[in-house]
């Protein structure tokens, strides 16, 4: 096929207010290195009801789906792969026969990224912002590791709010992951409102925010001498996987 941009395979990231993300770019990179005739770029939508203009991209192959349409996106689509069915929330959508078909990456990357840091002791988890799309993903990703969770929102769907969270819970816990967006760029100084004095050097924390590098909520913990890791490398890893869905069969 003659390299032209007419005849581009596109994909892209549906969100909202996404200026900030790592995938176009991500993707481009892989496209330019690997000699690929492709291009991603951002779907920036400022409700779900645009959708339909974005499937209707000339040349769309596949898209990701970020926040905060994980779950508004799967009434728009032809049909879901199992995971994302019983997972809830869709992050990856292919193009093929005609159909538009959701899928979930989150929770392979999530489960990738976790895997190599974990400690016999991380048996029970705090997820902060318990209701969002990322969140279901990573509650089904722990449960299959056999990992207890606790949810944390500020709503009244979650076991906790974060208002009634205590600091024997937040102590008791070892692993605390963050599916919130607070503290992405350029709000960076946000965090969840969590007791932070109560977290010391046997915590985990993992923050699905990647930009910036060390998230006000990793540098709580970092300060308590807890380890903690940013949502890069499972950003890699579901993007690798998506591209695995993209180009099969």
């Known amino acids: 096929m003659e390299d032209t941009a007419e005849n581009r395979a596109i994909y892209g990231l549906i969100g909202k207010e996404i200026s900030y993300s790592f995938s176009a770019s991500y993707f481009n990179d892989f496209f330019d290195k690997s000699g690929w005739n492709g291009h991603y770029q951002n779907f920036d939508i400022s409700s779900i009801e645009e959708v339909k203009k974005v499937f209707d991209t000339p040349c769309l192959k596949g898209c990701n789906v970020t926040t905060p349409y ?3 996106v799967i009434p728009y689509l032809d049909e879901q792969d199992e995971e994302s069915k019983v997972i809830g929330a869709v992050n990856c959508i292919s193009f093929k026969q005609g159909k538009l078909t959701g899928h979930n990456t989150d929770a392979y990357g999530f489960t990738k990224s976790l895997k190599d840091q974990l400690k016999d002791e991380d048996r029970s988890a705090l ?3 318990a209701t969002g799309g990322a969140a279901k993903a990573i509650i089904y ?4 590791l056999g990992i207890d969770v606790i949810t944390v929102s500020r709503s009244g769907n979650s076991r906790f709010t974060y208002k009634s969270l205590d600091p024997t819970t937040v102590h008791n816990t070892p692993l605390i992951i963050n599916c919130t967006p607070l503290g992405t760029y350029p709000k960076t100084e946000q ?3 969590i007791p932070y004095e109560a977290l010391n050097e046997r915590h985990f924390l993992f923050d699905l925010v990647y930009n910036p590098e060390v998230s006000t909520f990793l540098g709580h913990g970092k300060n308590a001498g807890a380890r903690v890791e940013n949502g890069y490398n499972m950003l890699i890893y579901q993007a690798q996987r998506s591209w695995e869905i993209w180009n099969s069969l």
């Open 70 to 72: 994980k779950t508004e």
């Open 127 to 129: 997820v902060l912002g």
């Open 141 to 144: 990703a722990l449960r299959t």
């Open 191 to 193: 965090a969840p409102p």
